[in-house]
């Protein structure tokens, strides 16, 4: 890329950075220092502030970037990720939003334990939590590096790694001084820039063929060198019985997984009301469901008029797909518009990166010190404490995050997050429905459903194609490739609901009818909800 595009990209992403710095330092002094303003903002928003903050937290890298570049290289089976991420919020929206704000307080555990022994739920659960949301984190990561490597091109193989170790250290700063209320306003601020964006994008690829979505289409699969083939299912995953078993594993992952996923849980805890979060889920169908029927016309669009080639040789695995396209719209890479829409669309981009890793920070940091730390403890530690160790747990899990994210650097993001929702789908999942819905639900099950779904997902990850034995793996130099398929969900999801039964019925607790009976009511009702 020009130094024109390195230039005004940096300022705007400078920008940006200064004016969520201004909205953190501004929090941070008004702060009250409790665990109910650090993890919940005070449950102080309304819907429709929530609903934005729920989209720019939900909106991710995976959407922006990872998925229209696998719509840009496989047409339609790239839009089997939008169709389960959407398809998703009907299950949040019909069984969790409200029954979750009614019966929790901050995290997915406080949901759990309100009906079993505390400390091993709380430590299963937390435990669940603080893996899926690392594991999201990671594919932030990836695509922020990503960026970099097609802005900074000419700077060395070390400003790829610069720039990953500065989104890590910058979620800190937002997470330890300014908590839910500092994120959420950052949430919102990004997801105005990014739907912003992508109406603009959206607008000039339809420009371009006059409005005729048959011509884009067309366009798309022409310069795709597949004909036909690129608007129909089967080029991704229709090579074998094993590519069909990964789309399936991997719809199943992406529809079930959105209800587990620990930063979307806590949302719904910093509205007043059980109502309010529901209308919270509302607005934010609303708005992704928007920007994912842009995310469409942004993939197709690349596919047509950038080329597959083109984005193959800028990113393997389409990260860098938009960016590319934005550039080409402005009038080409060596022109003053391209320049512009580039640094404009990248500056975005990388918002949309910094925003996201800070939501799914705080809720990882809440469950260290709020599920994990609160359980390990013998005395009960002051609210200030517990949001002390929230503050230092921050750190550790973004030198984590940093970690894994430069080590899986060549992967699509998109893929990554795939990856995150079936551990989210098989551990968090299962324990949630049960403790709302079965009667008979003990201690030993929700134990065993979360282990029994986090612990088989895990390992088949690491037995599969996604980290040795194949080329685009974590380390292609060794094969201990025991498991055909790239996403676990299929496999693990039905094991984490198996174990929940099995840890019941195999239990020698009785359930208590009476906690049952209070859970119920204030779930449906609200009454004792905090």
Avoid at 31 to 50: C, D, I, Q, W
Avoid at 129 to 150: E, P
Avoid at 359 to 385: C, E, F, N, P
Wanted: glycine fraction near 12%.
């Amino acid at each position: 890329m020009t130094a024109e595009h390195q230039t005004l990209t940096l300022i705007l992403f400078s920008l940006f950075i200064a004016v969520t710095l201004g909205i953190t330092t501004w929090v941070s002094r008004r702060r009250h220092g409790s665990a109910e303003e650090f993890y919940a903002g005070g449950r102080l928003f309304s819907p429709m502030e929530n609903g934005f903050a729920i989209a720019g937290d939900y909106m991710s890298a995976a959407s922006f970037l990872g998925v229209s570049g696998l719509i840009s290289l496989f047409g339609y089976d790239g839009l089997l990720y939008l169709i389960g991420f959407l398809v998703a919020w009907l299950m949040v929206l019909f069984l969790v939003a409200e029954l979750v704000r009614n019966c929790g307080r901050f995290t997915l555990a406080d949901v759990v334990v309100a009906r079993m022994s505390e400390r091993p739920v709380r430590i299963a659960a937390g435990t669940s939590s603080v893996v899926v949301s690392v594991l999201y984190l990671v594919a932030q990561m990836v695509g922020a590096g990503s960026l970099v490597s097609l802005l900074l091109s000419d700077a060395g193989p070390g400003a790829r790694t610069l720039t990953v170790v500065g989104v890590g250290a910058l979620m800190v700063v937002y997470v330890a001084f300014g908590g839910m209320r500092a994120t959420t306003w950052i949430q919102i601020v990004k997801a105005v820039l990014l739907i912003g964006g992508a109406i603009v994008l959206t607008v000039l690829v339809l420009l371009r063929f006059h409005g005729n979505l048959d011509q884009l289409l067309s366009g798309a699969a022409e310069r795709s060198g597949h004909g036909a083939r690129f608007l129909s299912p089967g080029l991704k995953y229709g090579g074998g019985w094993t590519s069909r078993l990964d789309f399936m594993s991997l719809g199943l992952a992406l529809v079930l997984g959105t209800a587990g996923l620990p930063h979307i849980l806590s949302r719904f805890y910093t509205v007043p009301t059980a109502r309010a979060a529901r209308r919270s889920a509302v607005w934010a169908i609303g708005l992704i469901g928007g920007f994912y029927l842009m995310t469409i016309v942004l993939g197709f669009g690349a596919a047509a008029l950038v080329g597959p080639d083109a984005v193959r040789a800028s990113s393997a695995s389409g990260n860098t797909a938009v960016p590319l396209l934005a550039g080409f719209l402005g009038g080409g890479a060596e022109s003053t518009g391209g320049a512009v829409l580039f640094a404009l669309v990248a500056a975005i981009a990388f918002a949309t990166i910094l925003a996201v890793v800070a939501g799914i920070t705080l809720a990882s940091s809440a469950s260290v010190a709020h599920d994990l730390y609160a359980s390990l403890r013998r005395r009960r530690a002051r609210q200030r404490s517990e949001v002390t160790v929230a503050r230092v747990a921050a750190v550790g899990i973004g030198a984590v995050a940093i970690g894994l994210g430069l080590l899986a650097q060549d992967m699509n993001v998109a893929f990554l997050v795939g990856l995150a929702f079936a551990v989210a789908a098989s551990a968090n999942l299962p324990v949630l429905l049960y403790s709302l819905f079965w009667r008979g639900f003990t201690t030993r099950g929700a134990v065993w459903s979360v282990y029994g779904g986090l612990v088989p997902a895990l390992l088949l990850v690491a037995l599969s194609p996604v980290v040795s034995g194949s080329p685009g793996s974590l380390f292609p130099g060794v094969d201990f490739q025991y498991f055909p398929l790239q996403n676990p969900g299929i496999v693990s999801i039905p094991l984490g609901f198996l174990a929940g039964w099995l840890g019941t019925v195999t239990s020698a607790e009785e359930p208590d009818e009476r906690k049952y009976a209070q859970t119920e009511v204030r779930s449906l009702t609200g009454a004792g909800a905090v």
